[in-house]
């Protein structure tokens, strides 16, 4: 019997699956890199695309139980009941047992070292009765926060075909648990945890492979790959990257680690805007005459481009907070976008002002285009609007 047709249909198919996998790894891809300070987006393909997110749904669980903490409702002390629907859980699990209890602090660091299921269950009862009830809320938050793409069935990320969300919306999600809790934020870059004498590892390796990661989470399931957000600090300058559909961990880390280093390369030598992300190949000379005044503007003169000035502001809280939108290489440009930030906010009070401010960086000067004279709630909300109108934003403290 001649063997050789058979050998060369079984390579055939082992060609076929081969393929198959490659395809399907690239249908599941999207990714995203921003430059936190700046409010400007680096890299990104299939940004918008939904995605099922895995365990990076645990982002959004820890942001719940942050918020939670900051409102009295948890202590990081208290106990929390496992009940027999937590115990069950599958694996990545601490392997608990109905009845038992456990810390909520143990709780944080099961979810952001093992990744543990049956963490996520408990903490979603303490909060939501039920985890379809903490779902809900999930998504009612996740909406709040501009994630505009995301829904949420569980706290785990096990799997459920309308549980997805988007790179830009993990990426959303990563800033705000950053800025909002950057205490609590500080749990994500646990190497390990001794949980009953067994070794939690963190399963972001990112921590100890690449320099500057702080966080944030790892996810896989089969239907989404292996999934990655993170965010790396150097030199003052944050990013937080998303790759979604990773072919294996390592492949996944080296695609993080590779956006991560185009990324801080373009941030160091950006002069672009909010929009623009091409370096400059004009050489800016620094006069060693004074930089000119900043531009500031009343409101009165940009009213005609701003609608319904309804001031949404406690007027007994200090208007010292400010909002960035962009930074530019020339004063023309900035003034534009920030009146076009004016026109898209809409709700504005009388103690807003545009404020043009040049600002000397390596190799240049550059034109920072802010809008000043918000509270913190209400820079924050103006943020929110603007992103949810893919223009970017950054919410500045009073300095």
């Not at 320099?211 to 996810?219: A, E, F, L, P």
């Not at 239907?223 to 961990?249: C, T, Y």
């Amino acid at each position: 019997m001649n063997k050789l047709p058979l050998f060369f249909a079984v390579i055939w198919l082992f060609l076929g699956v081969i393929t198959f996998s490659q395809e399907a790894a690239a249908s599941r891809y999207a990714s995203i890199v921003i430059d936190v300070n700046r409010g400007i987006v680096l890299h990104a393909i299939n940004p918008d695309k939904r995605r099922y997110p895995a365990s990076l749904t645990k982002i959004m669980t820890l942001y719940m139980v942050f918020e939670a903490l900051k409102q009295g409702k948890l202590t990081l002390d208290q106990r929390l009941h496992v009940s027999r629907r937590a115990a069950g859980m599958a694996p990545s699990n601490l392997k608990l047992t109905a009845g038992d209890t456990i810390t909520l602090e143990t709780a944080i660091y099961a979810l952001v070292t093992k990744s543990a299921n049956d963490a996520a269950v408990i903490v979603a009862e303490a909060l939501g009765k039920t985890e379809s009830k903490f779902a809900v809320s999930m998504t009612k938050k996740a909406r709040t926060l501009g994630m505009r793409k995301t829904t949420f069935r569980n706290a785990s990320g096990l799997p459920n075909r309308r549980q997805k969300s988007t790179a830009r919306d993990m990426a959303t999600l990563a800033r705000h648990l950053i800025n909002d809790f950057p205490r609590q934020y500080r749990y994500f870059s646990t190497p390990k945890y001794i949980f009953r004498g067994k070794t939690l590892k963190n399963h972001n390796t990112l921590l100890r492979t690449y320099r500057g990661t702080d966080g944030v989470k790892t996810g896989y399931i089969r239907a989404s790959g292996f999934n990655l957000v993170a965010s790396a600090k150097r030199d003052g300058r944050r990013l937080i990257g998303v790759v979604f559909g990773g072919h294996n961990p390592k492949s996944r880390d080296r695609e993080m680690a590779r956006l991560f280093d185009k990324g801080f390369a373009k941030a160091k030598t950006w002069r672009g805007g909010v929009s623009s992300i091409k370096r400059s190949t004009t050489k800016i000379a620094l006069k060693k005459t004074t930089p000119k005044k900043p531009t500031t503007k009343p409101l009165q003169a940009i009213r005609k481009y701003a609608h319904d000035l309804t001031p949404i502001v406690n007027r007994d809280t200090e208007p010292a907070w400010s909002i960035q939108v962009g930074a530019y290489k020339t004063v023309n440009p900035a003034r534009r976008a920030a009146q076009l930030a004016v026109k898209r906010i809409r709700n504005l009070n009388e103690h807003t002002r545009i404020h043009i401010s040049p600002h000397k960086e390596e190799g240049g000067l550059i034109y920072r285009a802010r809008l000043v004279g918000f509270t913190k709630s209400h820079a924050k909300a103006a943020c929110q609007r603007l992103k949810r109108r893919r223009m970017g934003c950054v919410a500045i403290p009073p300095t």
